[in-house]
């Protein structure tokens, strides 16, 4: 059974840093994309970056271009969101996914296995 679970969210000032972490477990990920999405108060999920977990390579939405950054653990199973420079706006409900055969990893429909989310809040 496929489990994402996200942890890392929580509060903080405008201008501070958080890391989230999506631990993945119940096959091997080497093939999925692993994309991470956030849903802000009363707006729906919205995407924000992917990683191709076999090669690395990432993309991001033009919002956090610059000051977000993500990653992947190998050996951990593990795929982390790097979020520096925080703005209100980041305000919102992240969410990792997993999916095996990915076209336009930007879409929600794309991705076959979603984590629970987690909270994060930036302070003005």
């Known amino acids: 059974q496929v489990q994402l679970v996200e942890s890392g969210g929580g509060l903080v000032q405008a201008g501070g840093s958080l890391r989230l972490s999506c631990a993945a477990s119940?096959?091997?990920?080497?093939?999925?994309?692993m994309g991470w999405f956030r849903q802000p108060p009363g707006k729906e999920r919205e995407f924000v970056g992917f990683i191709r977990w076999i090669s690395g390579s990432t993309y991001y939405t033009d919002s956090v271009k610059g000051r977000f950054t993500i990653s992947r653990d190998n050996a951990k199973n593990t795929v982390y969101l790097q979020m520096n420079s925080l703005k209100p706006e980041d305000t919102a409900l992240y969410y990792c996914a997993a999916g095996a055969s990915v076209v336009d990893a930007t879409t929600l429909r794309s991705y076959d296995y979603w984590g629970q989310g987690t909270q994060v809040t930036v302070s003005s």
């Open positions: 119940g096959r091997t990920f080497s093939r999925y994309t």
